[in-house]
T-cell receptor, first 115, second 114 residues
Framework: AQKITQTQPGMFVQEKEAVTLDCTYD???????LFWYKQPSSGEMIFLIY??????QNATEGRYSLNFQKARKSANLVISASQLGDSAMYFC????????????FGTGTRLTIIP | KAGVTQTPRYLIKTRGQQVTLSCSPI?????VSWYQQTPGQGLQFLFE???????NKGNFPGRFSGRQFSNSRSEMNVSTLELGDSALYLC?????????????FGQGTRLTVV
């Protein structure tokens, strides 16, 4: 079974609009962390935001926020006021088990911002 | 502060050859992880090193190996290259180990096997 599911292979969004990128996950571990990364065409993975399974509040980092719904095993990324520079691949990832540094990634969503 | 540096950026090798990729983590970072990214399989974890010891290994054949030096620099080696090894290999470094520890990635080495 897929541990991280991103159901949107591609999205087109008008500049300045908000966009939500979907991510669902599957784990039986009560302690886990959820990450979002951005990968521009250069290849480098850029960390955007982190949410721990025990965090009470949704994480926010500037224009990025994470809509964490634990019961639904959902961790959607919300980008407010999208910019042309937001065009990239976006990956949701999960880390389980303290002491295991492995990140499990979803298949990604290619976001294109239209001027 | 310098980021994660991977060398070389691009590499072309022939089937059956071996290759060594290098990763210099951010200064002070002690954990280095390697990932393979392909269009078909996506991003897959290869292994993680911390304090010169391999801590975790992904589901890859023994042709894939790695090591970490005392200065935290890491290398990964792929022997007897196959066409399917063509991929972007990404290295990530972290200050320490832990659930919420941020991993900083390099720009990757793009390996093409012909």
């Amino acid at each position: 079974a897929q541990k991280i599911t991103q159901t949107q292979p591609g999205m087109f969004v008008q500049e300045k609009e908000a966009v939500t990128l979907d991510c669902t996950y599957d784990t039986s571990d009560p302690s886990y962390g959820l990450f979002w990364y951005k990968q521009p065409s250069s290849g480098e993975m850029i960390f955007l935001i982190y949410q721990g399974s025990y965090d009470q509040q949704n994480a926010t980092e500037g224009r990025y926020s994470l809509n964490f719904q634990k019961a639904r095993k959902s961790a959607n990324l919300v980008i407010s006021a999208s910019q042309l520079g937001d065009s990239a691949m976006y990956f949701c990832a999960m880390r389980e088990d303290f002491g295991n540094e492995k990140l499990t990634f979803g298949t990604g969503t290619r976001l294109t911002i239209i001027p | 502060k310098a980021g994660v540096t991977q060398t070389p950026r691009y590499l072309i090798k022939t089937r059956g050859q071996q290759v060594t990729l290098s990763c210099s983590p951010i200064s002070g970072h002690r954990s280095v992880s390697w990932y393979q990214q392909t269009p078909g399989q996506g991003l897959q974890f290869l292994f993680e090193y911390f304090s010169e010891t391999q801590r975790n290994k992904g589901n890859f054949p023994g042709r894939f190996s790695g090591r970490q030096f005392s200065n935290s620099r890491s290398e990964m080696n792929v022997s007897t290259l196959e066409l399917g090894d063509s991929a972007l290999y990404l290295c990530a470094s972290s200050l320490t180990r832990g659930l919420g520890t941020e991993a900083f990635f390099g720009q990757g080495t793009r390996l093409t096997v012909v």
